[in-house]
């Protein structure tokens, strides 16, 4: 619930948001040590509560941005998953048994906007839509140019709600070349004309309805 959430938002960056929790649960304690007299003392359970807060509640919000990422691009099937990267910290304990993803990097063969240049696997040049989430930063969103057979790149970022150049025509290292030259997104791009060509119609499109185009071109252009 959303309440829930903030709440576990205040606790994970301020230690006084587990206070009303240890007020709460010395008092029922105190009640039980008062009827059950061989019951521990308050204070163990109140200890025992703050020991997990310290190594559960920092980490929320690491793990919180990794599930609303995956909820976000899960039905984006038009975005491939070109690279992520698990992110934790030493004074987050819990992050070093179960570590989260911090970094992610979306990658779709097809231009905002539904444009004209069509993807062609091992193509001279191709454009795609880029898309970097980091924890605790920013989005990056781009518009890269490749020029696969000089092994060039451009870069376009949006800047007053137009995409003007940021890096232009510069020489691809080795990660560019993999992402925008040698990796497949043929599938995304079937993926993306046939829920284009689905919703094109549609005067006010809902999240419902984006869902359920997803789900059936990405089974038709699968099976």
Request: net charge positive; with cysteine; proline share 5%.
């Amino acid at each position: 619930m959303h309440w829930i959430d903030l709440y576990m938002n205040f606790t994970a960056g301020s230690i006084y948001g587990v206070l009303p929790v240890l007020i709460i649960s010395y008092l029922i304690f105190y009640i039980l040590k008062k009827i059950f007299r061989i019951f521990p003392e308050p204070f163990i359970f109140v200890g025992l509560i703050f020991f997990v807060y310290i190594f559960t509640a920092p980490s929320y919000p690491r793990y919180k941005f990794e599930k609303n990422i995956i909820a976000k691009f899960n039905h984006q099937s038009e975005f491939k998953l070109v690279n992520d990267a698990k992110w934790g910290a030493f004074i987050e304990p819990l992050t070093l048994i179960k570590t989260p993803r911090g970094f992610f990097h979306f990658v779709s063969p097809a231009t905002p906007g539904g444009g004209n240049s069509r993807y062609i696997k091992n193509g001279k040049a191709n454009s795609f839509y880029s898309e970097i989430y980091r924890y605790e930063e920013a989005p990056i969103t781009e518009i890269v140019d490749a020029d696969c057979a000089d092994k060039m790149i451009t870069y376009s970022e949006p800047v007053d709600g137009v995409f003007r150049y940021k890096v232009f025509n510069q020489k691809m290292n080795d990660n560019e070349e993999k992402i925008y030259c040698a990796t497949d997104f043929t599938l995304q791009m079937q993926i993306f004309y046939c829920k284009s060509r689905m919703l094109t119609n549609v005067k006010k499109v809902s999240l419902e309805e984006v869902i359920e185009a997803d789900k059936k071109c990405s089974s038709k252009v699968i099976n």
